[in-house]
T-cell receptor, first 113, second 115 residues
Framework: KNEVEQSPQNLTAQEEEFITINCSYS?????LHWLQQHPGGGIVSLFM???GKKKHGRLIATINIQEKHSSLHITASHPRDSAVYIC???????????????FGTGTLLAVQP | EAGVAQSPRYKIIEKRQSVAFWCNPI?????LYWYQQILGQGPKLLIQ????????DSQLPKDRFSAERLKGVDSTLKIQPAKLEDSAVYLC???FGIGGYNEQFFGPGTRLTVL
């Protein structure tokens, strides 16, 4: 079992739909990242969370440390949101030495017009 | 601010050939990471540098992979000889430091196809 699990693996939505992508992890963490990867492109960091909720434009990320769960929400989705969304965690037991991230396998989102 | 630069963007080689990738991190970033991302999977850390020293190379297949960051700035990752299973996107990332809240910035990646 992976230490970081994402669901769903694939998601197709219609434009303007509200989208939720979930991330569950099994280790204690010091931070959780949501990343976006476009086909053929590099990775862009969307959010870094250690508690609560963050909002940027149409994107909202929440985290529940006790339940070891995070969600990424996209409001009023648009075809340009089509990408792979990756959840990554920094385990707390690594201390300051490596800043190591454990990545989920990603959620492939396709938003249709 | 310029981002993380990588070259080449794409490379196709035959198995048993050698290949090298180059990465130039964001100016002032002391920490540099190389990741391997196989299709359908999340990135896997191959090696992490702090300046010109190796912090973590526990998942680097040292029999065929090597990496260096001689002057603590840009870095090269080499595969010699390549195998079919090395086909992947190789991502370079950098961060200002190595603490838990140092955001990693990723380059565009190099897509390697081994035939």
């Amino acid at each position: 079992k992976n230490e970081v699990e994402q669901s769903p693996q694939n998601l197709t939505a219609q434009e303007e739909e509200f989208i939720t992508i979930n991330c569950s992890y099994s280790v204690g963490i010091s931070a959780l990242h949501w990343l976006q990867q476009h086909p053929g492109g590099g990775i862009v960091s969307l959010f870094m969370l250690s508690s609560g909720k963050k909002k940027h434009g149409r994107l909202i990320a929440t985290i529940n440390i006790q339940e070891k769960h995070s969600s990424l929400h996209i409001t009023a989705s648009h075809p340009r949101d089509s990408a792979v969304y990756i959840c990554a965690v920094r385990p707390e037991n690594y201390g300051g030495a490596t800043n190591k991230l454990i990545f989920g396998t990603g959620t492939l989102l396709a938003v249709q017009p | 601010e310029a981002g993380v630069a990588q070259s080449p963007r794409y490379k196709i080689i035959e198995k048993r050939q050698s290949v090298a990738f180059w990465c130039n991190p964001i100016s002032g970033h002391a920490t540099l990471y190389w990741y391997q991302q196989i299709l359908g999977q999340g990135p896997k850390l191959l090696i992490q540098f702090q300046n010109n020293g190796v912090v973590d190379d526990s998942q680097l297949p040292k029999d065929r992979f090597s990496a260096e960051r001689l002057k603590g700035v840009d870095s090269t990752l080499k595969i010699q000889p390549a195998k079919l299973e090395d086909s992947a996107v190789y991502l370079c990332a950098s961060s200002f430091g190595i603490g838990g809240y140092n955001e990693q910035f990723f380059g565009p990646g190099t897509r390697l196809t081994v035939l």
